[in-house]
Each structure stands twice: as structure tokens, then as C-alpha cells.
């Protein structure tokens, strides 16, 4: 039976929430030998995370949350992960955004593919776009939604930023704690969150404003 593009997103959701939880219990139990790999690199073990977060949505790898945030979260803590975390997810949107704009349609298809702009494209409004792209933050991957909004969206780069920092914030913040609570604690997070997630991907789908 062939998969819908929904189906396909509500599994890869699935998926990456497993490998969440598989990722933060294997953090968390080798807490000691992270944190003194980590520690070695100092300073420029916080650039790496940002920079490999940021790579993540440029070149449209789907494990910053994965495997990143729970890592993070257990060497560096809660806060400076979600911080991180939100600087190079937006850091790559911004540099994935200006791609778009800067070489076109050809290049960004062949970096995330025609079918998947596509679907992307339906679901980007025409009206209230800054706060639009903070709700839709919360619907789609970052990447995705940074190579479409930089072909066809009107907002400056300036408000894009923006409205990327303020959208991403709440993931940030909220993968960061669940990565360091109790493992019962954890999957029952996340099992809430991607219910959510589903639900909201159902509805918001569902509707393209005019």
C-alpha cells in the first residue's frame, strides 16, 4: 500500500520521537563519559553544537532533535541547550532562506526536492505572513519551510529571522527539559507532544488561506 504525504509525515514524527527517547536514556546513562568529551573541547564544543544544529537544516538532516537537544541536554543542561539549539536552528534557516532567495527554484529543488517545495508552498499563506511563519514553525521542519518561504514569501529577511526565533523558541525550550526528565516522565512528554503535532499537522493541513 502506498503511504500519503501525511502518513509519511506522521511516521517520520514517530520515528524521530523513538530515536529521541532511545538517544536520551543512552545520554543520560553515559552522562560521565559525555560530559568529559565535552568538557575538553571547551568553548568550542558550544560553536560545534551550533554550527552542526545549523548544518542540520541547511543541508536537510532531520536529527538535530534526535540527537543533538538530549545530548546537549545532558553535558550542558537544559537552558544553554535550548539557547543553543535555538540559535542554530535559526542561524540555518537564515543562510537555508537566503539560498532560496539568492540562486532560485533549481537550486533549492534539488536540495529538498520538487515534490516536497510543493507541499510546502500550499501550506504558506498569502495573508498575516510574519506571524503565519511563527505558527508554522511549530507545524513543519525548519528546513523545509526556510527553502520555500525564501522562493515565494514577500518578508525581509530581517522579520524572517524574527519570526524563526520566535517560532522555534518553544521547541527549544521544551525538547531540552524532556530530555532530562525521568524516563517514565519523558515518554509521556513526548508521547503528548506528538499527539499535538499530529493533530495540529491534521488541522492546519486541512486549510490554505487564500
Not at 535550548?82 to 542554530?88: D, K, Q, V
Request: proline content about 4%; overall charge positive.
Amino acid at each position: 500500500m502506498r503511504l500519503t504525504s501525511v502518513s509519511k509525515h506522521i511516521l517520520s514524527l514517530v520515528a524521530l520521537a523513538l530515536v529521541f527517547l532511545a538517544v536520551s536514556y543512552l545520554a543520560q546513562r553515559y552522562h560521565g563519559e559525555l560530559a568529559f568529551v565535552v568538557s575538553r573541547g571547551g568553548v568550542f564544543g558550544v560553536i560545534g553544537f551550533i554550527l552542526l544544529t545549523a548544518l542540520f537544516v541547511i543541508f536537510v538532516i532531520p536529527l538535530d532533535i534526535a540527537f543533538l537537544i538530549p545530548i546537549g541536554a545532558s553535558v550542558f543542561g537544559s537552558v544553554p541547550t535550548a539557547l543553543m539549539s535555538i540559535t542554530g536552528w535559526t542561524l540555518g534557516a537564515a543562510v537555508a532562506f537566503g539560498i532560496a532567495r539568492r540562486f532560485g527554484r533549481p537550486v533549492v529543488e534539488r536540495i529538498i526536492g520538487s515534490g516536497r517545495l510543493a507541499a510546502v508552498e500550499q501550506r504558506i499563506p498569502k495573508r498575516d505572513l510574519f506571524w503565519s511563519v511563527v505558527v508554522l514553525r511549530m507545524l513543519m521542519p525548519v528546513d523545509l519551510l526556510s527553502y520555500a518561504l525564501g522562493l515565494v514569501s514577500s518578508l525581509s529577511w530581517g522579520r524572517y529571522v524574527l519570526a524563526t526565533a520566535l517560532g522555534v523558541a518553544p521547541f527549544g525550550f521544551f525538547f531540552a527539559y524532556a530530555g532530562v526528565l525521568p524516563f517514565l516522565y519523558r515518554v509521556v512528554s513526548i508521547g503528548v507532544a506528538l499527539v499535538l503535532a499530529v493533530v495540529l499537522f491534521l488541522t492546519y493541513g486541512r486549510v490554505r488561506k487564500p
